[in-house]
T-cell receptor, first 117, second 113 residues
């Protein structure tokens, strides 16, 4: 079975500083995908970044980057230059090869990030 | 371009009743997935449909059912509602190729009393 673990229930960061949100995963699949989503208080899940298990480079999307360490089974999200609008819940998710056909994502329990002015 | 839309936004039902939630995917997306998010937890996969066929089902009882229409919109039905069905129900759409990142709608918040 696949499992995503997010060990930080809540994080605080000062505006304009960088923050790392931790994510570890467990899977027996050789091919898998890792995703990060942001969920503001409005409830909508916003896709941030994707990393494939065979991608050699760490994924980056604007201020978001994914620190992918395959041997350690970790996929931490780094947000640079935090903004007040980054305050939200952040979820790490994965989809294993067996789930590719059904597009099912397995989510972690999330980390609540609060950006302080 | 319009994102994923869901209706209704909020819903209050009584135990034992039935509910239907609706979802319209992003134009061009043929795959629709449903997730249940209980307060304080991450979303749990319920169903995925592609081209009107069920592609996958999560660990949910038969009280949960869904369908997809020719225009790729989808409905999620829940029968014999229980208090534990109170949650945010999220619909997501995606392409059926590539990494298949899913784009979520705003959700329907269901309260069962």
């Amino acid at each position: 079975a696949q499992k995503i673990t997010q060990t930080q229930p809540g994080m605080f960061v000062q505006e304009k500083e960088a923050v790392t949100l931790d994510c570890t995963y467990d899977t027996s699949d050789q091919s898998y995908g890792l995703f990060w989503y942001k969920q503001p208080s409005s409830g909508e899940m916003i896709f941030l970044i994707y990393q494939g298990s065979y991608d050699e480079q760490n994924a980056t999307e604007g201020r978001y980057s994914l620190n992918f360490q395959k041997a350690r089974k970790s996929a931490n999200l780094v947000i640079s230059a935090s903004q007040l609008g980054d305050s939200a819940m952040y979820f790490c998710a994965m989809r294993g090869a067996r789930d590719t056909g059904r597009r099912a994502l397995t989510f972690g329990s999330g980390t609540r990030l609060q950006v302080q002015p | 371009d319009a994102g994923v839309t869901q209706s209704p936004t909020h819903l209050i039902k009584t135990r034992g009743q039935q509910v239907t939630l609706r979802c319209s995917p992003i134009s061009g997306h043929k795959s629709v997935s449903w997730y249940q998010q209980v307060l304080g937890q991450g979303p749990q996969f319920i169903f995925q449909y592609y081209e009107k066929e069920e592609r996958g089902r999560g660990n949910f009882p038969d009280r949960f059912s869904a369908r997809q229409f020719p225009n790729y919109s989808s409905e999620l039905n829940v029968n014999a509602l229980l208090l534990g069905d109170s949650a945010l129900y999220l619909c997501a759409s995606s392409y059926d190729r590539g990494p298949g990142e899913q784009y979520f709608g705003p959700g329907t918040r269901l309260t069962v009393t």
